[in-house]
């Protein structure tokens, strides 16, 4: 738990899951009558404005379900009749290291107690759907405080596409907050260039020198900067070095085109800019190794996208973005393709993420018999090299 005088957990400067910038929406919920489940997903730290009422009471931002009666809250085994839910469709699939639960203003009416389930759906599940998958505890019922914000370090390394938080017996929660790392559907991106730094493919901003302003995650964040805030700003320098960001990209590939974007930065921007390379494929340490150019020392201009074309040639896996001497940058997209180490290393993760019955279905859907398919999934991680070699030829070709 956290208040503003501690620090947040660790994991949450891993990327929200559950940001409705990426996508993610609450597709169902058994009980909002007080206030919306969507409030849960609002990316902004939850407002209360006293005496606003509504027809429904005082108007609350977050998720709030109508008092429970007739039903004992401390039943060793729950039903749907003695608690709240709300599932949550998951922006981007991935493995989940945290998850937030914050009470922020729910005083008098927070619930006793949460847990939070999530599942592996592919494709696009109805909500009765949802309802009849296999759901596995990732946060066990805990106690709730109020106004608070409760974080909870998540050790499973499943990939998995929903959420289901649940409130024991009733009351209301003011933001849901999934973090964890982004892995794709291979087999979506195979063959297509992309944006190799984006957030919904993977992309992470690791490291920076300086996040005084605001914070790199907002580098490779989806959609447009509409203000300046919604971008990565240094504090001014007064020495002769420059300011950075390291991002790690969804794979390791080729990076043809950037985009480095000063949109909304019009007295602060960067003079100039270059990009650099890494390829950690070698097991080199990308904080200590050898980098290389990409784009060259090029001037920048205010509030403006400045698009560059690259030279394909020798794949990277991290790529950073020099700014001198400070200030601030909207975005900074990187076009691409992965290599073919990018693309068999990805499979992997990302097979080896799955929950069982669903690697099983990917190798016999690809071509593999239901014996063949389970042995290789009972065999996971694939480490051996022909047991790697045979689940990325059967998920990719080739």
């Not at 559950?18 to 849960?40: H, P």
């Not at 922006?91 to 999530?118: C, I, K, L, Q």
């Not at 784009?295 to 020099?322: E, K, M």
Request: aromatic letters at 6%.
């Amino acid at each position: 738990m956290t208040t503003a005088d501690t620090p947040s957990a660790p994991f949450t400067e891993l990327v929200d899951l559950a940001s409705r910038l990426l996508g993610a929406g609450v597709v169902a919920t058994n009980e909002d009558t007080f206030a919306d489940a969507e409030n849960l997903l609002v990316a902004k730290p939850a407002e209360f404005r006293p005496h606003t009422f509504g027809h429904k009471g005082q108007i609350m931002d977050g998720w709030e379900s109508k008092r429970r009666r007739g039903v004992s809250a401390d039943q060793p085994h729950p039903t749907e009749e003695d608690h709240d839910w709300a599932i949550v469709r998951l922006g981007a699939a991935g493995v989940v290291r945290g998850v937030v639960v914050d009470t922020a203003h729910f005083t008098g009416n927070y619930p006793e107690s949460a847990s939070v389930e999530a599942a592996s759906v592919p494709g696009h599940p109805s909500p009765e759907e949802l309802r009849e998958a296999e759901w596995s505890t990732i946060v066990p019922r805990t106690g709730l405080k109020g106004d608070t914000v409760h974080e909870f370090a998540v050790a499973d390394g499943t990939r998995y596409t929903h959420v289901r938080l649940a409130i024991f017996p009733d009351g209301g929660v003011a933001r849901l907050r999934v973090h964890g790392e982004v892995l794709p559907d291979p087999r979506e991106l195979d063959g297509l260039t992309f944006d190799l730094a984006a957030q919904e493919y993977g992309g992470v901003a690791e490291a920076a020198s300086d996040r005084y302003f605001s914070s790199p995650h907002n580098l490779n964040a989806p959609g447009r900067a509409s203000v300046m805030g919604d971008g990565w700003e240094t504090r001014r320098r007064r020495d002769k070095a420059n300011d950075w960001v390291r991002i790690a990209l969804a794979g390791g590939g080729e990076v043809l085109a950037a985009e480095v974007d000063t949109s909304c930065f019009v007295a602060n921007a960067p003079g100039w800019a270059d990009l650099v390379g890494f390829d950690a494929s070698t097991g080199a340490d990308p904080a200590d190794g050898e980098w290389f150019e990409l784009l060259p020392r090029t001037r920048l201009q205010p509030d403006t996208r400045h698009r560059f074309r690259l030279a394909a040639g020798r794949p990277v896996t991290h790529v950073r973005v020099n700014v001198y001497p400070d200030g601030g940058l909207a975005r900074l997209r990187l076009t691409g393709r992965l290599s073919e180490a990018g693309r068999a290393a990805l499979a992997l993760r990302w097979f080896n993420a799955l929950p069982a019955a669903e690697a099983v279905a990917a190798l016999t859907g690809s071509g593999l018999t239901g014996a063949e398919a389970a042995a290789l999934t009972a065999a996971r991680p694939a480490a051996d090299p022909a047991a790697a070699a045979t689940v990325v030829r059967s998920l990719l070709g080739n």
